[in-house]
Structure formats: C-alpha cells, structure tokens
C-alpha cells in the first residue's frame, strides 16, 4: 500500500485525499486530516477544520494526536500569527 502512495504522484494523491475527504463527511476528524492532505498550500478552512479536530482529539486523552494535528493546522494557515500559535 505504501509502495503505491509512494510512486503516485502528487496531483494523483490530492485527488484520492479530496475524494477521501468527501467519503468520510460523517467523520469530521479523518474528514479535516484528509482535507488537509489534499491541500497544496495555506488554507485557512482546512486548517480551522483540523484545529476543531484537535481539540476533539485532545479531548479524548490523545495528546500526541492532537499536538501532531494542532501542528498541521498550524502549517496550513496563512496567517503568520496562528502559524505560530
């Protein structure tokens, strides 16, 4: 399977992530992290959907997931501000 994704390319990747994304609407959480996958750059969206995510994550005991998906959010905005928030 890893050998697959690895030799995909990138566009063909962010499609699969999109049509991922749109599969799973009734799971916010995976929904955010395949969103996020499928963007190419900053988007603002994307990452208020993933901080959401993470803090449901947190919520849950999951600390590194929600530290890993706070980071993600993080690298997906465009705002300077909330990159290093």
Known sequence: ????VG????ADRRK???????????N????A???AEASCGPNESVASQLEAAA????????TVGGVTAL???????PNARDRSR
């Open 71 to 77: 980071m993600r959010a993080g690298s997906l905005s």
């Open 1 to 4: 399977r890893s050998a697959v």
């Open 33 to 35: 992290w395949h969103l």
């Open 16 to 26: 699969a992530h999109t049509a991922l994304a749109d599969a799973t609407s009734a």
């Open 7 to 10: 030799l995909a390319a990138t």
């Open 55 to 62: 803090h449901r994550i947190l919520a849950k005991g999951d």
């Open 28 to 31: 916010p959480d995976r929904r």
